[in-house]
């Protein structure tokens, strides 16, 4: 039992230990420092440039942005510098990525010369550490460059950069490193279509050849020596062949055919159509299963009952109902509350006896029989005595009722 444990063990490190190394493969072949400095850029705006001045302007153009090279990794686009050679009718000129204080690596040069008719030939070559041997491409323009005209003059003299490491022109401020396929989208769009990009792989110029093993900067070369473009790319001879080798590698993975000499990882990408297969068997299932939808009238008419159902549920609100013996209950409040009204009768009561002692303040008149009357001239001495007799409350009615009288 743990003979088998420490075998399984085993098996599983040498899995993960291959699984990284087949990445590690891929990711080198997928970015290349050479990636960062598109040479057919660099020949598009030469031919534009009215004078090299004016060419290493657009170089380092924040708004262009023609590099994304960062080879001190400082995170910061490296500046580029243009130097010039010339030897009778060839012209070397050096693009140098500027690193530090003194501290340059050559990342390109062009090289024109002009023959015994006049023609001018011109080729862009990548350094050799940086692009690998003989990348070369020869511009053909669709107009003859301005900047021809200011080479072959009596007083020329040759362009030698003035800026240099921590002084560089106003126009000039750093920028961040793309990424790599971000950085493609954007130079693009400086390569002029109109002319044509013919890829050779042997240098016309000797002369230029000469010039160049004189004048040839490396500090990045020998910082490290382990990272040149061969050592980057085994089986590779330069970038063309790299950039030949991703297109053939993309063409197979999408007709799921491994390239030869591929690796391991390729082949899980060839595996993926029997996934692509599968994915047209499992949409079918779903397809011939929508017969479900016959069976779903069932469910429809199912839905009756539930409407139904829900019927009671409505009965139900004849609880409303029960509250009519509320309402009818509430009579008898009716009812109870008359006698409070009855009671209000208590009102009359005083002024019904409020009524006797009006009449019996009255009686001493109305108590005498108008049959029992005196004569007349009796009355005076009979009104005397009642006013002797009356009580005093009563004097001034009495005083009222004699003085009309009179």
């Known amino acids: 039992m743990k003979s088998n444990i420490i075998t399984a063990v085993f098996a599983f490190l040498l899995t993960a230990t291959a699984f990284s190394q087949d990445r590690t493969t891929v990711t080198a072949n997928n970015s290349d420092i050479s990636d960062n400095l598109d040479l057919r850029a660099v020949a598009s705006i030469f031919g534009e440039s009215a004078n090299l001045e004016d060419f290493e302007r657009q170089l380092n153009d924040p708004s262009k942005q023609i590099s994304n090279l960062d080879l001190n990794y400082d995170n910061q686009v490296d500046y580029l510098r243009v130097i010039e050679s010339v030897e009778g009718y060839t012209h070397l000129i050096i693009i140098q990525s500027v690193l530090g204080r003194d501290n340059y690596q050559d990342v390109a040069t062009i090289e024109v010369e002009r023959g015994s008719n006049n023609q001018v030939q011109v080729q862009v070559v990548g350094d050799v550490y940086m692009y690998g041997e003989n990348y070369i491409y020869e511009p053909i323009y669709v107009h003859q460059p301005i900047i021809y005209n ?137 397809r011939t299963n929508t017969g479900v939808r016959p069976n779903s009238a069932p469910v429809r008419q199912n839905s009756a009952p539930q409407v139904i159902q829900s019927a009671p549920v409505r009965t139900n609100t004849g609880v409303r109902t029960n509250t009519a013996p509320v309402r009818q209950n509430s009579a008898p409040q009716v009812i109870q509350s008359a006698p409070v009204r009855t009671n209000t009768t208590a009102r009359q009561q005083p002024n019904t006896n409020t009524a006797p002692v009006r009449i019996q303040n009255s009686a001493p008149r109305n108590n005498m029989p108008r049959t029992q009357a005196a004569p007349r001239e009796n009355r005076q001495s009979g009104n005397m005595q009642q006013r002797q007799n009356a009580p005093a409350g009563n004097g001034s009615r009495g005083n ?7």
Do not use: K
């Open 150 to 286: 200011t080479f072959w003059v009596g007083n020329y003299r040759p362009y030698n950069s003035i800026w240099y490491w921590g002084y560089y022109p106003t126009y000039y401020h750093y920028w961040h490193p793309h990424p790599v396929f971000t950085y493609r989208r954007n130079v693009n769009v400086y390569i002029n279509v109109s002319n044509h990009y013919n890829y050779v792989n042997t240098r016309r110029s000797d002369r230029a050849v000469a010039l160049y093993n004189g004048r040839r900067a490396n500090y990045y070369e020998r910082q490290y020596p382990t990272r040149s473009f061969a050592s980057r790319n085994a089986g590779v001879r330069n970038r063309y062949e790299l950039v030949e080798n991703r297109r053939e590698t993309r063409a197979a993975t999408r007709n799921g055919v491994s390239p030869v000499g591929s690796t391991g990882n390729n082949g899980v990408r060839s595996n993926s159509n029997p996934v692509r297969s599968n994915t047209s068997v499992t949409p079918a299932a779903p």
């Open 400 to 406: 009222n009722e004699g003085g009309g009288r009179r």
